[in-house]
């Protein structure tokens, strides 16, 4: 049974830095794209960055860009997600996604097959 489990969430002031990770466990995803996804409050699930299987790629929505930064371990099955700078806007539910294979495209909710359950994130003002 494929499981993507989240970790690293919680409530941090505004300014201030967590770490997501996501480990994969019932198969393996080094040859598959991976993204974090999240959705705040009253708004639909949002792409938040991707990583393509290599980690060589990475993309980013612009609310997001310089502030995250995407990464993977393939030799762990996990991937990270390094949030700098965190706004109270960027308090939602994250979650972690993984592809079946590289798919030439990694922005849409539907390029991705497994998700985890999520991990609250909570910025404080």
């Known amino acids: 049974q494929v499981q993507l489990v989240e970790s690293g969430g919680g409530l941090v002031q505004a300014g201030g830095s967590l770490r997501l990770s996501c480990a994969a466990s019932g198969r393996t995803f080094s040859g598959s794209n991976m993204a974090w996804f999240r959705r705040a409050p009253g708004k639909e699930r949002e792409f938040v960055a991707a990583?393509?299987?290599?980690?060589?790629?990475?993309y980013y929505a612009d609310s997001v860009k310089g502030r995250f930064t995407i990464s993977r371990d393939n030799a762990k099955n996990t991937q990270y997600l390094q949030m700098n700078s965190l706004k109270p806007e960027d308090t939602a539910v994250y979650y972690c996604?993984?592809?079946?294979?590289?798919?030439?495209?990694?922005?849409?909710?539907?390029?991705?097959?497994?998700w985890g359950q999520g991990t609250q994130v909570t910025v404080s003002s």
């Open positions: 990583i393509t299987w290599s980690g060589g790629s990475t």
């Open positions: 996604a993984a592809a079946l294979f590289s798919l030439p495209t990694l922005l849409r909710r539907d390029d991705y097959a497994y």
